[in-house]
């Protein structure tokens, strides 16, 4: 549980800033525009999760300026529901998440790679690394996380919302390691999961794919 409330594949990828695009080549031969989702108050976008037959929606709900950047505070109707900002780091190239997490009795942030722009066939990069330690009053807990995604190419994908053709295909691998220790003894959980998202230019993510669960777009409204 805790791996997946510190990142969520759905929220970090469907979200990018607005401004000029321009067109590039990577070593694939094939990119996305420098802003291929179009952001503004209000965008939405509507899924349809395939394995319990519920709609989750996405929506721009507000703009501030977030440590010298223009970002997006975006809320996510699943259940529970999930609110996080989104910016654009123009200097580094990459979309950023930036996110509050409970865990415990604990609180933090967390600012995650979830997307470098513009999507290049065959980039590699880091999209979240965490080594930390909670101590509790009963007891010690040790959490190592890495999480790293890939462009593998362009697929045409067909879901409710259309016909997309050209989707960027990006792999999520996390490898996730968490250490409990106490006055009994200790226990340790680790596992590797692998999720996959496909990013229409212009228009967002169309499909994710995580464990058991895929989300399909079905609507989707654009300023």
């Not at 996305?32 to 989750?56: E, F, G």
Request: glycine share 8%; charged share 20%; proline share 3%.
């Amino acid at each position: 549980m805790f791996k997946r409330i510190v990142l969520v594949l759905v929220l970090g990828l469907v979200l990018s800033s607005c401004g000029k695009e321009e067109e590039t080549t990577g070593p694939g031969g094939e990119a996305s525009s420098t802003r291929p989702i179009p952001m503004a108050l209000n965008n939405q976008w509507v899924y349809l999760n395939m394995q319990d037959s519920t709609y989750d929606t996405l929506q721009v709900v507000g703009e501030i300026v977030y440590n010298g950047n223009q970002a997006y505070q975006v809320i996510f109707t699943s259940e529970p529901a999930d609110t996080y900002l989104v910016y654009y780091d123009d200097n580094a190239g990459y979309l950023m998440q930036a996110l509050t997490v409970e865990y415990d009795t604990f609180t933090f942030s967390v600012e995650s790679r979830m997307l470098k722009i513009p999507i290049v066939v065959g980039d590699k990069w880091d999209v979240y690394t965490m080594d930390t330690t909670f101590q509790d009053t009963a007891y010690t807990t040790h959490v190592e996380v890495r999480r790293t995604g890939e462009v593998l190419g362009t697929e045409d994908v067909t879901v409710p919302a259309g016909s997309f053709d050209g989707c960027f295909k990006i792999k999520y691998t996390q490898i996730f390691r968490m250490t409990i220790t106490s006055n009994w003894g200790s226990f340790t959980s680790a596992d590797t999961t692998v999720d996959y998202g496909y990013i229409k230019d212009g228009v967002g993510l169309v499909k994710s794919v995580e464990d058991s669960t895929t989300l399909i777009l079905t609507d989707y409204y654009l300023q």
